[in-house]
């Protein structure tokens, strides 16, 4: 919190975090993924250039305090911070779940997603509303605290419609190492904006392998058999 409010000055603070949380994001996204990387870049400069040498160097401190902190307990690091900076609009209903809520959640879904993983090889899961992403790190704790691996045992598809959201949602997955593409999407009229997938997905392979399980189910469908049920969605 002193790192980022170091950084507000004359700027407002909900500026300073999103820069933050969208620089982090970046920086992790063009260190694996190929596809558009010149255009984000130069994003990453546009946003860093509003900054001087001693800021940014707060931010890269403050970013080394998150992987510090997902590494020590893993848990809603971004979006707990993004509360206690009093930066929630309760206008637009927008708040983040308190981590012992969504642990509690995740523990009502761990045998859906493992029944899953015994019939599939990994569970799906779709989080339409993940804003940081709270639940599915909760729900990465639950499977780890039964034997299983979210690394390689989870693929996640999560949604927000808040840029924010989808960088901080994007961070905390990625420094996890879970498989999953967060889009910024608005789901009530379907339309997408962005797609980020994490390290994990890109260097798994992970859309040819959610390509060659769909192809399967679809075949299944077609001889009449019943595909089995991979997918959970988030009650969050």
């Given at each position: 919190m002193k790192l980022l409010q170091a950084n507000a000055g004359?700027?407002?603070?909900t500026e300073v975090f999103d820069?933050?949380?969208?620089?982090s994001a970046l920086a992790f996204r063009n260190a694996v993924d190929l596809r558009g990387r010149d255009e984000r870049e130069e994003q990453y400069l546009r946003t860093a250039g509003r900054y001087d040498r001693e800021e940014l160097d707060r931010f890269g401190h403050a970013l080394a305090l998150v992987v510090k902190a997902m590494g020590a307990e893993p848990c809603d690091v971004l979006g707990r911070l993004y509360m206690e900076l009093a930066l929630g609009n309760d206008r637009l209903g927008q708040f983040f779940t308190p981590y012992d809520v969504a642990r509690l959640m995740a523990g009502m879904h761990i045998e859906t997603l493992a029944d899953s993983v015994r019939t599939c090889g990994f569970a799906r899961l779709y989080e339409p509303t993940c804003g940081a992403a709270a639940f599915i790190v909760?729900?990465?704790?639950e499977m780890q605290s039964t034997g299983l691996n979210p690394q390689t045992q989870l693929h996640v598809t999560a949604e927000d419609i808040a840029p924010q959201a989808v960088h901080m949602a994007y961070v905390h997955l990625s420094l996890l190492h879970i498989p999953a593409v967060v889009h910024?999407?608005?789901?009530?009229?379907l339309e997408t904006f962005d797609s980020w997938p994490t390290p994990a997905h890109v260097l798994g392979g992970w859309g040819w392998k959610l390509r060659w399980t769909d192809a399967v189910?679809?075949?299944?469908?077609?001889l009449g058999a019943t595909p089995p049920q991979c997918t959970a969605q988030a009650r969050s």
């Open positions: 004359a700027k407002r603070m820069d933050f949380v969208e620089m909760a729900v990465s704790q910024r999407r608005n789901t009530l009229t189910r679809e075949l299944q469908t077609l």
